[in-house]
């Protein structure tokens, strides 16, 4: 079955970087469209960021443009999220999604979830 | 655009509940709505999408519709059960990016 397993959080000082990585199984990995999400401490959930199956396009919420970079290594299967320029708000649990659809029509539909990788943004 | 949900709802078992969620601008139409479920502690699943689509696995007692008329779409949960407490968003998405709504936190009691 479809799995999506996030790693790569932990605590980061404001102002610093970190990568987060989600590792696919059960699917064709180069033939979906992946999301990453985010969810604050108490908060709801923040959709962050879409990259297409070829990784040629992407889309990012305004909150994290600029610094936030996300990106896909076909060959190895790999989903990634570079976080440059921490903030505190930032701070959140961070999943990554696979939409239901293979190949690419500019949607957000969300039908498959990892179980998170959380990130703390503190001094 | 926003998509406007209740705080909170609460109902009995065996009951059915409908939340509803309102998009702000432009028509709830133009783009798909989804619906997904988060139990405390765990993460998201989604239980609709495309408006109404069901994946593998989740129960029939779940439903999602659209109205136009009042520009909104709506989740509806027969046969309550208490398992089906859990924090419920709505997610639609514009221009190629993502929009939730701000959480339902449904009691079932």
């Known amino acids: 079955q479809v799995q999506l397993v996030e790693s790569g959080g932990g605590v980061v000082q404001p102002g610093r970087s970190l990568r987060l990585s989600c590792t696919p199984s059960g699917f064709t990995f180069s033939s979906f469209a992946l999301h990453w999400v985010r969810q604050a401490p108490g908060k709801g959930l923040e959709w962050v960021a879409v990259?297409?199956?070829?990784?040629?396009?992407?889309y990012y919420a305004d909150s994290v443009k600029g610094r936030f970079t996300i990106s896909r290594d076909n060959s190895n299967n790999t989903l990634h999220l570079q976080m440059n320029s921490l903030r505190i708000e930032d701070t959140a649990v961070y999943y990554c999604?696979?939409?239901?659809?293979?190949?690419?029509?500019?949607?957000?539909?969300?039908?498959?979830w990892g179980q998170g990788t959380p990130v703390t943004v503190s001094s | 655009f926003m998509l406007t949900q209740p705080h909170s709802v609460s109902e009995s078992p065996g009951k059915t509940v409908t939340i509803s969620c309102t998009r702000s601008?432009?028509?709830?139409?133009?783009?798909?709505v989804q619906w997904c479920q988060q139990r405390p502690g765990s993460s998201p699943t989604t239980i609709i999408y495309?408006?109404?689509?069901?994946p593998s696995g989740v129960p029939d007692r779940f439903s999602g519709s659209i109205d136009s008329s009042s520009n909104s779409a709506s989740l509806t949960i027969s046969g309550l059960k208490t398992e089906d407490e859990a924090d419920y968003y709505c997610?639609?998405?514009?221009?190629?990016?993502?929009?939730f709504g701000g959480g339902t936190k449904l009691t079932v009691l």
């Open positions: 999604a696979r939409d239901p659809s293979s190949g690419w029509a500019g949607r957000v539909i969300l039908a498959f």
């Open positions: 601008s432009g028509s709830i139409t133009r783009n798909y």
């Open positions: 990259i297409s199956y070829d990784g040629t396009k992407n």
């Open positions: 997610q639609s998405y514009d221009n190629g990016r993502g929009v």
């Open positions: 495309e408006d109404r689509q069901r």
